[in-house]
Structures are given as C-alpha cells and as structure tokens.
C-alpha cells in the first residue's frame, strides 16, 4: 500500500508541470496512475486530478465542483450508470472532508478550463472539500458531487505528529512538519478514536455514509487570551452540538466529572488523563453560572 501523504509535497511550488501520470507519481503529488482519485476509505484522499475524464465536472479556479468515479464510458467519457457513494474513492473523498485532510489538486490538458495546462499535467495546490451531495448528471444519471475550495496560507499551519502514548498524560512529538487544516490534529484524531468517536457527554456517535463524525474540543480554549495546550490533557470528544456548548459555557465539568448546566457525567476512558486545572480554568472564565 502506497505512504499516503497529507498536504504540499516537498520541492514542490503551485504551479509546477509535468509530462505525465509518472512524473506525477514520482514527484509524490499522485501516485495512481490511472485513477483521478487517489487513496482509499480508511486514510482517506490526499490528491485528485482532473483530466477531462467527466463531463459534469466545473472548474471556477478557486472552487472546483468535482465529480465522483465510477459509471463512466471509458471512451466516451460520458455516463452510462448511476455513481455510488461506497464507491472506493468517493468514500475516500468524504473521510477526507469529515477528518479536515486537505487535497492536494492536479489539472490535466484534457481538462476543459482556462486554469488547465496546453500539454502535460500542472500542479494546482491545496484545496478543502467544503460538501459534498448527489444529483443527476448531464447523461441523466446519479452522480457524486464534491465542492472543493482553495486554501489560503491563513487556513494553514504547520505542525509536529504527535504520537499518543494513551497509558501517559504528556505525548512525544517529532520533527516532522506538514500543513493541515485548522480543525483537526493528531492529538485530535488520537481522542476520538480513543473514544470510536462517541461523544464523552451525550455517548452519541454520528456516522455520515458509514464515516463516524466527532470533533476533538478544547477545554481550555487555545489562543489569547486563555492561551490552552493543544494537548491530550485539554481535548475532549464530543459531538457538534456539545462541542458548541462547551465553548459557549452552557456547561462546565467538575473535578468527579459530574456535570454542572446539564445533567449527566462526562464519560473518561481509564488511559485518558484530563489535567484538573484545565476544567477549574473553564468553570472560572468560561461557564456561564445563572
């Protein structure tokens, strides 16, 4: 199985050609030759090309509505089956956009677009699926939609992997640096799989087309002027709805973990250590106490 990579290959600048499928791989950008989609559901997708290969495809340069695989002629290019949504690289597109991964976007000749290269392949940078949704294609059959937006550098940062050892409070972090999109971490990741991506309040767990949904919350909020750790000991799995609350001070946690402006109990794993000084810092400057 290929390494996938997540985000700017290095040495390698927006804009940058290429002669083929090949030079592609070989440069790290795409590695299937063939497929217009790469990865696979279980790490999601790191880049696309468009090539001409769908006619329903729209390329605005900074927003591109990119059609799914699967029930294309070949030859023709043209529909002749509806799409599907398990369909190997439309599910890899939606892990993607649920964990946040940014896509890497290539344009092709043969791509009908005034952002697309005269021959060969060019690289178009990093974009983020914003949505995705269904509905009948040109041939009058289904197909899978994708809306993707250019990132700009702002949307970006860099950051160190973070390998969670789940039995101890701190992590250990290596040099590695690459870009992702602000939402998400691996300390994040980390939680929530801990979790299978249940939420610690409510115990809810969304799935979207069979991909589970959590998002990773900051106890003490990061940044000025609280100024958190993005740190194992200061993230929660909740699900949307909690993960509002908690920011907005709807509730608080207590020291047992008992909850205080909702009922119930935050659920904690034994191997997920909370540093107590961080909930002390949201019931004093975050919960709203009527």
Same mark, same amino acid.
């Given at each position: 199985?290929?390494?996938?990579?997540? !985000?700017?290959?290095? $040495?390698?600048?927006?804009?940058?050609?290429? =002669?083929?499928?090949?030079?592609?791989?070989?440069?790290?950008?795409?590695?299937?030759?063939?497929? !217009?989609?790469?990865?696979?559901?279980?790490?999601?997708?790191?880049?696309?090309?468009?090539?001409?290969?769908?006619?329903?495809?729209?390329?605005?340069?900074?927003?591109?509505?990119?059609?799914?695989?699967?029930?294309?002629?070949?030859?023709?290019?043209?529909?002749? +089956?509806?799409?599907?949504?398990?369909?190997? $690289?439309?599910?890899?597109?939606?892990?993607? #956009?649920?964990? $946040?991964?940014?896509?890497?976007?290539?344009?092709?000749?043969?791509?009908?677009?005034? *952002?697309? %290269?005269?021959?060969?392949?060019?690289?178009?940078?990093?974009? +983020?699926?914003?949505?995705?949704?269904?509905? =009948?294609?040109? @041939?009058?059959?289904?197909?899978?939609? *994708?809306?993707? #937006?250019?990132? %700009? #550098?702002?949307?970006?940062?860099? *950051?160190?992997?973070?390998?969670? @050892?789940?039995?101890?409070?701190?992590?250990?972090?290596? #040099?590695? =640096?690459? &870009?992702?999109?602000?939402?998400?971490?691996? &300390?994040?990741?980390?939680?929530?799989?801990?979790?299978?991506?249940?939420?610690?309040?409510?115990?809810?767990?969304?799935?979207?087309?069979?991909?589970?949904?959590?998002?990773? +919350?900051?106890?003490?909020? &990061?940044?000025? %002027?609280?100024?958190?750790?993005?740190?194992?000991?200061?993230?929660?799995?909740?699900? %949307?709805?909690?993960?509002?609350?908690?920011?907005?001070?709807? *509730?608080?946690?207590?020291?047992?973990?008992?909850?205080?402006?909702?009922?119930?109990?935050?659920?904690?794993?034994?191997?997920?250590?909370?540093?107590?000084?961080?909930? +002390?810092?949201?019931?004093?400057?975050?919960?709203?106490?009527?």
């Amino acid at each position: 199985m290929p390494d996938y990579h997540f !985000g700017h290959i290095e $040495g390698v600048s927006l804009g940058d050609s290429y =002669t083929n499928r090949q030079a592609l791989r070989s440069a790290g950008i795409h590695m299937h030759l063939v497929a !217009g989609i790469d990865g696979n559901p279980k790490v999601g997708s790191p880049s696309i090309v468009l090539n001409g290969g769908y006619v329903d495809d729209e390329d605005l340069g900074d927003t591109i509505l990119y059609t799914g695989h699967g029930g294309n002629d070949p030859n023709s290019k043209r529909q002749i +089956a509806d799409q599907e949504w398990d369909a190997t $690289g439309n599910k890899a597109l939606i892990v993607s #956009e649920l964990k $946040g991964l940014p896509v890497r976007v290539t344009r092709g000749a043969k791509h009908k677009s005034p *952002f697309s %290269p005269k021959s060969g392949y060019q690289y178009g940078g990093l974009y +983020a699926i914003s949505r995705h949704f269904e509905q =009948t294609g040109k @041939d009058g059959y289904r197909i899978c939609r *994708f809306e993707l #937006e250019k990132l %700009p #550098e702002q949307k970006m940062v860099k *950051f160190s992997e973070a390998d969670l @050892d789940r039995t101890r409070k701190k992590v250990t972090r290596t #040099e590695t =640096t690459t &870009l992702r999109i602000v939402r998400d971490s691996s &300390l994040s990741r980390s939680v929530k799989e801990l979790y299978d991506y249940s939420c610690q309040v409510c115990k809810e767990r969304i799935s979207v087309r069979d991909v589970p949904y959590a998002e990773g +919350a900051h106890i003490k909020p &990061l940044g000025r %002027p609280h100024n958190g750790l993005d740190a194992v000991d200061n993230l929660l799995c909740l699900c %949307p709805n909690h993960h509002v609350m908690l920011d907005k001070g709807a *509730f608080s946690i207590s020291d047992d973990f008992s909850l205080d402006g909702i009922k119930g109990t935050l659920i904690v794993d034994d191997k997920h250590e909370l540093d107590l000084d961080n909930l +002390a810092y949201h019931r004093d400057h975050i919960f709203i106490n009527d």
